[in-house]
């Protein structure tokens, strides 16, 4: 598979369509960003072939494509971790004090459509 077609197929860069230059330029720098971190990643990845990849297995010299790495990134992220921090709780909102009423809604009056004019009145003599 060559870059370009895995640009298109796997990482989706012609797939998003937009009038705005400046937003199809950040979709192109994402993907870009997102082929960098599979390529930084090549080393860490183990081919894992499926049931029908026959060739895979047999292989052990097999070049790592960046469709191998995608296909194992999950497992990758999983070993390094992630430096985000877990979510605080803040504790529970006091909410509303004991005896406030809410002001009523304001009640307006229901519209009814109105008859039919008669065509009779419109019609030129």
Do not use: C
């Amino acid at each position: 598979m060559t870059w370009n077609i895995f640009f298109d197929l796997r990482l989706l860069m012609t797939s998003y369509l937009t009038p705005d230059v400046h937003h199809e330029e950040n979709w192109f720098k994402l993907t870009l960003l997102s082929y960098v971190n599979l390529w930084a990643a090549r080393k860490l990845a183990v081919v894992l072939p499926r049931d029908w990849e026959q060739y895979l297995k047999t292989n052990k010299s097999i070049k790592i494509t960046p469709s191998l790495v995608q296909r194992d990134f999950s497992r990758i992220i999983t070993t390094l971790g992630t430096f985000a921090k877990f979510p605080k709780r803040r504790g529970f909102s006091s909410g509303r004090i004991k005896g406030y009423k809410k002001a009523p809604r304001t009640r307006h009056d229901v519209i009814k459509k109105g008859s039919k004019k008669s065509t009779e009145n419109l019609k030129a003599p």
